[in-house]
């Protein structure tokens, strides 16, 4: 007998020991030794660094005093394919978390998958509903049914040399793309461009009057290959090949897009709020001196992507009631506009009337950003389309194939992705 009992101290002091929750692989069984009626919800996001210390230091601790009963592990991972994959293993398995944070592109995936709780019967769900832009909620609607909450949206904005703009004898940025790229050209300046993946090149296709699909994104031929995308590419790699666009091998972080700004000869790059977001001191003050964000140029249709991360409930998770308080919590005014101070722009109607950013603010302009882009279309294949769209664009700026047989080819592979969806 005495054996067990010693047994049984030594797992309750280990246990204890454990500041880690995460190391804790069952925090319901811990709930029950100690007694507790509070009820512990798993919360798997993808914020930044700074974004993580707001949630954690603001936010869950608002959260709990005010639900005192609910307790919110938070889980800050990496945004990759991973995380998707174990996102659907571990929902699969039971072991899923009970609230994520993802991009709003995964969101028909997993939702026509079969691996997100269905919001409609939900309390309070219709007023919940009515915080939102209907095109905002509709990236999680399937059949009927919703199976997201929009939690934030940002979009790129164009930025832009003070310095080398004030050296060719401008006060402003140009208005159109063909300027721009008539300037570099003009003064050898480079324009920095992150990938050739839809997030970061598309925004200069549509400003140079290119375009992806058709407005409903039904179909990629006769749009994609279309002559006004042709055009818009054929000037795109024709700057590449004088070596006055800069792409590197790999994706940039905002550090190395940063970093590269300030080397001195780049006219132009693109990058979200997070490229000021991340800086201080002095390094903010010399970004805020250097550059200026402004919208991306723009012809007949808007050219940059508005994308952003929405709120799921996993399937079976154990503490649906619990699971949604927080999520509307989340999306409420106080939440939303504490998030905001990061760069990400509220998703609540209400909570983005609050939001008084001075004209002269980073933030303003990326506001305005937002207000003059397109939304993320929501189909279930938008990730493959994105790797279709990359490969074959590659190509083209690789010279492997012709810009016209290259989008051909991706247009042909985009529409049968398009049908699926």
């Not at 790129?156 to 208005?175: V, W």
């Not at 375009?211 to 290959?225: M, P, V, W």
């Not at 709120?311 to 998030?339: C, N, P």
Request: aromatic residues 10%.
């Amino acid at each position: 007998m005495l054996w067990r009992v010693v047994s049984f101290v030594l797992v309750l002091a280990w246990m204890a020991g454990c500041s880690n929750s995460a190391m804790i692989s069952n925090p319901d069984k811990v709930q029950k030794l100690h007694h507790s009626k509070k009820h512990i919800i798993t919360f798997w996001h993808t914020y930044n660094d700074k974004e993580t210390e707001l949630l954690e230091q603001k936010l869950i601790p608002a959260f709990e005093k005010e639900y005192p009963n609910i307790e919110v592990h938070s889980v800050n991972l990496a945004f990759n394919n991973e995380l998707k994959t174990s996102l659907m293993a571990r929902t699969f398995s039971n072991r899923g978390p009970d609230v994520a944070r993802i991009n709003i592109s995964w969101v028909p995936e997993l939702s026509q998958k079969g691996f997100l709780e269905p919001l409609n019967a939900l309390p309070d769900f219709e007023d919940i509903h009515s915080r939102f832009q209907s095109n905002l909620m509709n990236a999680g609607l399937h059949n009927t049914i919703y199976y997201s909450l929009p939690l934030n949206i940002y979009t790129k904005a164009a930025i832009f040399n003070l310095e080398l703009l004030k050296r060719a004898g401008y006060s402003t940025p140009p208005s159109t793309m063909d300027e721009v790229l008539t300037l570099a050209r003009r003064n050898h300046f480079s324009i920095g461009i992150g990938s050739l993946n839809t997030r970061d090149s598309l925004a200069y296709l549509y400003s140079l009057g290119g375009t992806l699909t058709d407005k409903n994104f039904h179909k990629a031929s006769g749009y994609l290959n279309g002559d006004e995308t042709i055009h818009a590419v054929k000037q795109l790699t024709s700057l590449y090949k004088e070596k006055l666009i800069d792409l590197p091998g790999d994706i940039l972080g905002t550090e190395e897009n940063w970093n590269r700004m300030k080397a001195g000869n780049m006219l132009m790059t693109d990058d979200g709020p997070w490229f000021y977001g991340f800086l201080s001191g002095a390094e903010l003050h010399q970004a805020l001196k250097l550059t200026l964000p402004v919208p991306f140029p723009q012809m007949s249709h808007p050219a940059a992507l508005v994308t952003g991360e929405n709120l799921i409930m996993m399937k079976g998770s154990k503490h649906r009631t619990e699971a949604w308080i927080f999520m509307k919590w989340m999306t409420g005014i106080k939440a939303q506009v504490l998030m905001a101070k990061t760069g990400l722009m509220p998703t609540n109607l209400e909570a983005a009337k609050m939001l008084k950013e001075p004209r002269n603010s980073y933030l303003f302009a990326y506001k305005e950003a937002t207000d003059l882009a397109f939304l993320l279309p929501p189909v279930k294949n938008w990730n493959k389309i994105d790797g279709v769209y990359t490969e074959y664009l590659t190509k083209i700026f690789s010279g492997e194939l012709s810009v016209e047989d290259g989008l051909d080819r991706a247009a042909a592979e985009i529409d049968v992705l398009l049908a699926e969806s």
